[in-house]
């Protein structure tokens, strides 16, 4: 057996499979992070999502801080705003939208107020001066004392309660105590009583950096009046902000003024880098399908009390695109939206030295394709993680060890257990089986009656190849390998004449396909074109029927194999995320090998779809389903009459392998097979056997090293235990044997391995 030799050099090959470009675009598809609905529509920006979130976790606080952190004055715009927000919630679509408007007044009105210290604060050294009273001046006001620039208002009133009054005169009397209070705790300077003429705007603006007005005052002003050059002003607010005619528009006015204001006062052009300004527009998906919201809760004449404001922010589903994390568990384990972890992922590829923690997320990934199909946008996350295993292969920064056991197990079959012959009396042919490693490895019994079935009954003659189809180098990264055995293959091919492929694997005969050497097609396609063999079971209960990843996307072999079942008479149980949509079951992208507990929730996630009996067409599949308990046949085993029992483990999937080719050779070519005489025997213990199917330890592994000891004769004994040690270094592994003597052998009782070498030195 051969093996794989680790890499050990440390030059950096710079290779990138994946473009950051490509990244970018990806990414880009990803509108995870989009905004709400509701939250796109607010001009103000206001993060409407996050706001009745806390509401409805009665987090008051929290919310009117959020609400707080879009305008000064959350009591006047929560009043007077327009709620554009609220057309636009997604239960307009199956009925009364959240009362969005209402739920923020309660907020403003029940809300604990967030109390700044004021310690880190700067004053800037620039002032500004606003004449006037009105909506816009107050916003202005308060959001120019945010910005820290001392600010002193000119105006008619007598005092803060006259000058909001005038301003805001359709609050409440309880509102109007509410934000009075606000108004004085802000840090303004108020001038009441003023005159407000142009000789006085005049006179009191050459003392203030930036000069700002109503829009009374600035009708006011002449056009063509100037103040010294060094006196920056900002009076006809209306031109950059609309005309202010309603709260919304005022705090928005505002808003936008106070940034030009800024930009001014650092010598910056006011209409450049001011970002995106009022509603935008929203790439979001949210599927509303299956959702029943509740009734809009009542609100008496004074609104919503606290607790009815809770119960109608709960009513809000919180929008957000999940529909990828509904049917994979892999993102769901890791816990993050597909552009943040592809970003991750990609950044992983570029550190040169140190530690790459994104490995194990580039490597748990099944690269089935399912995201592509339930994202809107075609999102490929296994296009992503693909692309970075080969990467981390290409830069010898992809440690063998995760992948290394898949590996050789494609070796094994490519070599030891490889075939590849014309049906006899044939030197070429028109068709060759190539059932797959799985299928061979799991029931030998069924590949061996499928093929001895398209020899009878199939014209042209019919040949076998026993082997991978380079699927897990694939999987892998290991592109040199993967050329290897397309290499392997064409040459095998042309040897029995370009035959047509049929493939008894939708895996097999997706990558296969991928070659452009041969036309791939797939048994059940055979089948369903010449008719079941005798050997066809009658289907008495209804099943559900796994579709498998290498089918996605393939209508047509879905289909057949649906025929193929109602031809047997079976039933078939609808079950959610099936054909192209189906999940995969924890083999894919060698998600087995590489994380063993996601792979057992991709399992159990298909398992949960539906209590009946499972039909597969993946061998795989129905492997994993088995392991879980779960009653599970392939489909050939249906139409073939076999059983291939309980899933076998690791070493009795090669013997498996071994055993059809040597039954074949023997059976159907009339040639004696070689078998290989260990010349003692090897038992096991059900301890030893469950340790080494968990650590992937096969008995050929065990039998090497027992070959080794009979040659070195070297061990150490366990006199407590009356057992022997022995090890032997077998590739990039070590491994380690305990086992006991007996008149014909050995009795192995644990076995365990480790990538350390042991090294002995000469004279100790």
């Excluded at 695109?321 to 993050?336: I, M, N, S």
């Amino acid at each position: 057996m051969a093996y794989i030799k680790d890499r050990e050099s440390t030059h950096i090959y710079h290779v990138n499979r994946l473009s950051k470009e490509e990244m970018d675009s990806m990414i880009s598809r990803c509108v995870y992070e989009e905004p709400a609905y509701c939250v796109a529509e607010c001009p103000m920006k206001l993060d409407t999502r996050a706001v009745l979130a806390a509401a409805a976790a009665g987090n008051f606080k929290k919310a009117l801080s959020l609400y707080e952190k879009i305008t000064p004055f959350p009591v006047i715009l929560s009043a007077g705003c327009e709620a554009p927000c609220e057309k636009k919630c997604k239960l307009c679509q199956l009925g009364d939208g959240v009362a969005i408007r209402e739920v923020e007044r309660a907020i403003a009105k029940y809300g604990e107020r967030t109390r700044s210290s004021g310690v880190f604060r700067m004053r800037k050294k620039k002032k500004a001066v606003i004449f006037g009273s009105g909506l816009l001046p107050l916003f202005l006001a308060g959001e120019l004392e945010r910005k820290m620039y001392p600010t002193t208002i000119y105006c008619e009133e007598e005092s803060c309660s006259a000058y909001l009054k005038a301003s805001a005169g359709f609050l409440s009397d309880e509102e109007h105590q509410v934000e009075l209070a606000r108004l004085k705790s802000l840090d303004l300077n108020f001038e009441f009583g003023c005159t407000l003429t142009k000789e006085l705007v005049e006179e009191k603006a050459a003392e203030y950096d930036m000069v700002c007005g109503s829009e009374a005052i600035a009708k006011m002003m002449d056009p063509d009046c100037s103040f010294d050059d060094d006196i920056m002003m900002v009076l006809e607010l209306s031109l950059v902000t609309g005309v202010c005619d309603s709260v919304m528009s005022a705090a928005q006015g505002a808003k936008r003024a106070a940034l030009t204001v800024d930009r001014l006062a650092q010598k910056l052009a006011p209409s450049a880098n001011r970002g995106n300004e009022g509603s935008v527009e929203t790439k979001l998906f949210t599927n509303v399908e299956g959702i029943q919201p509740d009734a809009r809760v009542p609100m008496g004449e004074s609104g919503y009390t606290k607790e009815e404001a809770i119960q109608e922010a709960k009513r809000c589903i919180q929008c957000h695109c999940e529909e990828c994390f509904k049917g994979c568990a892999y993102l769901r384990e890791f816990k993050k939206h597909p552009a943040l972890l592809a970003r991750e992922i990609y950044n992983n590829t570029q550190i040169i030295m140190g530690d790459h923690p994104m490995n194990h997320a580039m490597n748990a990934c099944s690269l089935c394709g399912q995201c592509t199909v339930t994202c809107p946008n075609g999102f490929d996350m296994g296009n992503v993680c693909r692309a970075a295993r080969e990467n981390m292969v290409s830069t010898d920064k992809m440690p063998l060890a995760t992948h290394e056991f898949a590996l050789m197990d494609m070796m094994f079959s490519n070599e030891e257990a490889w075939l590849a012959k014309a049906q006899p009396g044939y030197e070429t042919v028109k068709y060759v089986f190539f059932p797959g490693c799985q299928a061979s490895a799991i029931a030998p019994g069924t590949v061996e009656a499928a093929y001895l079935d398209l020899m009878e009954r199939l014209e042209g003659g019919v040949g076998l190849m026993l082997g991978c189809c380079g699927a897990i180098a694939d999987w892998a990264g290991r592109y040199e390998m993967l050329e290897e055995t397309k290499e392997l293959l064409k040459q095998e091919l042309a040897k029995l004449g370009n035959p047509i492929i049929i493939a008894g694997c939708p895996s097999c005969m997706k990558q296969l396909a991928g070659y452009g050497e041969a036309e791939v097609i797939g048994i059940w396609q055979i089948l369903d074109e010449i008719g079941l063999p005798a050997s066809a079971m009658s289907l008495s209960c209804p099943a559900a029927i796994h579709d498998s990843c290498g089918a996605r996307g393939n209508k047509e072999v879905q289909t057949q194999i649906r025929s193929l079942v109602e031809k047997m008479g079976g039933s078939i149980v609808e079950i959610e995320y099936s054909g192209d949509t189906s999940p995969c079951c924890g083999y894919g992208g060698l998600t087995s090998y590489a994380n063993r507990s996601l792979a057992k929730k991709m399992t159990e996630q298909c398992l949960e779809r539906s209590d009946a009996p499972y039909i597969t067409y993946c061998m795989a599949c129905r492997d994993r389903f088995v392991r879980e308990g779960r009653e599970s046949r392939h489909i050939l085993e249906l139409i073939y009459g076999t059983d291939a029992g309980s899933p076998p483990d690791i070493s009795e999937k090669r013997y498996n392998r071994l055993t059809l080719l040597q039954k074949l050779l023997k059976n159907v070519w009339k040639e004696e097979p070689v078998v290989k005489d260990l010349g003692f025997t090897v038992e096991y213990t059900e301890e030893a056997l469950c340790m080494m199917d968990d650590r992937m330890i096969l008995k050929s592994d065990v039998e090497q090293v027992l070959a080794d000891y009979r040659v070195t004769g070297e061990a150490i004994l366990d006199e407590p235990a009356g057992q022997l040690v022995s090890r032997s270094r077998l590739g990039n592994v070590t491994f380690w044997v305990r086992y006991t003597e007996t008149e014909t052998g050995y009795l192995v009782h644990r076995a365990y391995s480790h990538r350390m070498n042991i090294v002995k030195r000469v004279g100790q």
